[in-house]
């Protein structure tokens, strides 16, 4: 007898299928998301996902780490050179417990810390409803240049001055152009700040030397995600490449370390850690032809709705130096509307805040990402038919089932995960269980 529940776990295994079916007819262009490679896929169902090592190889709490262990070494080791850092700690299980493990080291709770406000593109773990909340720091906010989408580093310095905050976050979620790191890392160490890149967004671009080296730019910390640029499992990263030549570095760099362990994991998701070691191996090997192409992706798809008559946020700058595209859609039913709009035709986006808006819940922007669709592939020739798709949806009032088969005929073309080992597999597989119940 299959139990009373069977029903239920064939309803989740009837979901996923729904789910991997529809993503692979569809265009993915959030922002923050992407398709990990079929080998580093593997490692998520591996028996690592089953075991336990708290702490450093070598030093664990758990019997049974010989071969966890050797997969950490590596990792670790292909971690410094992909970050250029000489210490990186893979263990942090996402981009947010990345930063709470950094701000453990960085300041005490009541202290003042500077960051990006989250209606300017700043993250939510940098807000008082989020980690930095949590953590109980006092907050205040650069001054954000909204005509360039980036911090006004003059102002900020000026601020940090006269705040002088115990540390200064930069990073945004809607993250468009290079920060200036140094002048605000400058002001930053001048009051005795340790400054904190949250590279969440674009750790992918700079390990492939193609946004900013925010390490060599005078920031202390950077943290990340592992599955937004930098295609790898969901997880995170705190890298730091200060040198141990001094106390307070050193102690800096031991909070960075028992920040994540036992601060924000115990043990820490090893499947996630096989699975990052073989996606910092392939960012290695492919990394930078791929971050290159990904900024080029970016940069077509909005010269081509640019070109359409959408409102693409930033045309004196280009538009864009990283993955994202930001479009003002005031003009169509704002952000909300038009992204479930273009869900009906299987283009998968998201609603934002762009300069101007108050509220979250009804922003006048969308924000695209091209990591994902070059991962599958695609170039600028795609690129302008994609603009193309999106113009048709918002602004010209296609009927979405006709979009949907544009968007369907694309992907057809665009089945396999590019720019890694077994290059082409496909992206979206299921493993072929029966259902349980009868
Ligand atoms: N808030 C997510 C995003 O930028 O999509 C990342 O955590």
């Known amino acids: 007898m299959p139990g009373a529940h069977a029903r239920d776990a064939d309803f989740v295994l009837e979901q996923v299928r729904q789910h991997t079916g529809w ?47 050797e997969v950490e070494r590596r990792c670790n080791e292909l971690a410094r050179k992909l970050f250029r850092a000489n210490q990186v700690d893979v263990r942090a299980t996402s981009g947010t417990t990345a930063n709470m493990a950094a701000f453990f080291a960085l300041a005490q709770p009541g202290d003042t810390i500077a960051a990006i406000n989250t209606a300017q593109g700043g993250h939510i773990s940098h807000a008082k409803m989020g980690a930095v909340g949590l953590r109980g720091f006092n907050l205040v906010y650069y001054p954000f240049d909204e005509a360039n989408m980036t911090i006004d580093a003059p102002l900020a310095a000026k601020l940090i001055r006269q705040e002088k905050p115990k540390a200064c ?51 202390d910390v950077m943290t990340g995600s592992t599955h937004k640029t930098l295609p ?14 001094n106390e307070a570095d050193q102690k800096f760099k031991k909070k960075l370390d028992s920040g994540v362990f036992p601060g924000t994991v115990s043990s820490h998701h090893l499947h996630h850690m096989a699975a990052k070691c073989v996606a910092f191996a392939e960012a290695l090997d492919f990394g930078e032809a791929y971050a290159k192409q990904v900024i080029r992706n970016a940069q077509a798809l909005a010269q081509g709705m640019h070109e359409l008559g959408l409102k693409v946020l930033c045309e004196h700058r280009g538009f864009t130096q990283s993955h994202q595209v930001a479009v003002d859609v005031r003009a169509h039913g ?27 819940t009804d922003p006048s922007g969308l924000r695209f990402g091209s990591q994902e669709l070059t991962r599958l592939g695609m170039r600028e020739g795609e690129m302008r038919e994609v603009a193309g798709i999106l113009h048709a949806a918002v602004a010209k009032g296609e009927a979405p089932d006709k979009v ?35």
């Open 169 to 219: 976050l930069v990073g945004n979620s809607l993250f468009l152009f290079p920060i200036d790191v140094r002048t605000i890392s400058d002001a930053a160490h001048e009051v005795g700040a340790r400054v904190m890149y949250d590279a969440a967004h674009v750790l992918g671009l700079i390990a492939g030397g193609q946004f900013q080296d925010p390490l060599r730019e005078g920031a």
């Open 334 to 360: 704002g952000g909300r509307h038009c992204a479930e709009l273009l869900e009906r035709c299987n283009v998968i986006s998201n609603m934002n805040m762009i300069p101007g808006d108050q509220k979250a």
């Open 232 to 245: 790898g499992p969901q997880g995170g990263v705190v890298a730091t490449d200060l040198p141990d030549t």
């Open 23 to 69: 993503f692979a007819r569809s265009l993915p262009m959030i922002a923050s998301e992407n398709v990990i490679s079929p080998l580093a896929r593997q490692m998520l169902v591996s028996d690592f996902h089953d075991r336990y090592a708290e702490g450093h190889p070598g030093k664990r709490y758990y019997q049974g780490c010989t071969y966890i262990d």
């Open 404 to 438: 949907a088969a544009r968007v369907s005929e694309l992907r057809q073309r665009f089945q396999g995960v590019h720019y890694c080992y077994r290059e082409g597999l496909p992206a979206h597989q299921l493993w072929e269980f029966l259902p349980v119940a009868r």
